[in-house]
């Protein structure tokens, strides 16, 4: 069978990467094999991090373009000359054009800290408190030019709970992100999942709901 590469695009702290790695070490990854990290940020964490473990990193300043649209599509461009079976946006903290989306051909996937369609965007963790939600969560998109708004793959849900700070909250949400981005790819990686340009499909049927991620950290299906 063909290896699953993966293009990992990260920005920051690259919590995210780094579960991926963790679990591609402890055989959880589906097959899967993180080939490469492009970012935008060279100096963050996610990059220092690659490189440290051996992984190769296309890291670019974008203020070093001269146009907006020029450094999305290097930068997508060279993630798809790695030949990604899938590309995972993990705290990439950047709103890609939409010709440099295109170029991922509907493979490209987001994890976003909130229950989408719920807050799209930033801050998500303090408009969910302000909105007094008792139910708060994660999601793993579909990657479209519009910003989180390509089709809800799966998600996981945490409670709100009294006395919560957005920082509480959002470190609620990230010990749940970890477990929803690794079980999504590795669902990928086994082919239960796919996505093209006409959206996702879970075992060749196109996916009506989000799957859940349950307390065992495998995916549920919709019923
Ligand atoms: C995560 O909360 C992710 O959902 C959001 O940015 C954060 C990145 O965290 N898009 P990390 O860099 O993976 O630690």
């Known amino acids: 069978m063909a290896e699953f590469r993966i293009v990992v695009l990260a920005s920051g702290r690259g919590s995210n990467l780094r579960a991926l790695l963790a679990a591609q070490e402890a055989g959880r990854l589906g097959g899967a ?11 963050s964490a996610a990059v220092a991090f690659a490189e440290n ?15 907006r649209e020029g450094f999305d599509q290097t930068l997508v461009g060279l993630a798809m000359e790695r030949k990604p079976s899938l590309l995972v946006c993990a705290g990439f903290m950047r709103v890609l054009s939409a010709d440099s989306v295109a170029l991922a051909k509907g493979r490209m996937i987001n994890i976003h800290p909130s229950l989408l369609p719920k807050y799209p965007g930033l801050k ?4 969910a408190l302000a909105e007094g939600d008792r139910e708060h ?14 089709p809800v793959i799966a998600q996981a849900r945490v409670p709100v ?5 957005a920082e509480m909250l959002a470190s609620r949400v990230l010990l749940r992100e970890h477990p929803l981005l690794v079980a999504t790819v590795r669902a990928f990686a086994e ?10 499909a879970c075992r ?8 859940s991620l349950d307390d065992d950290d495998c995916l549920s299906e919709p019923r």
């Open 204 to 211: 060749g049927i196109p996916l009506h709901a989000p799957l």
């Open 33 to 43: 094999r993180v080939v490469c990290v492009a970012s935008n940020k060279p100096h």
């Open 53 to 67: 473990s051996g992984i190769e990193a296309l890291a670019y300043d974008p203020r070093d373009f001269t146009s």
């Open 161 to 165: 709970l009294p006395g919560d700070s």
């Open 124 to 127: 998500t963790h303090e408009r």
């Open 137 to 150: 969560g994660c999601s793993v998109h579909q990657v479209v030019p519009e910003v989180d708004a390509g």
């Open 191 to 200: 082919g239960k999942l796919s996505a093209g340009p006409e959206g996702v």
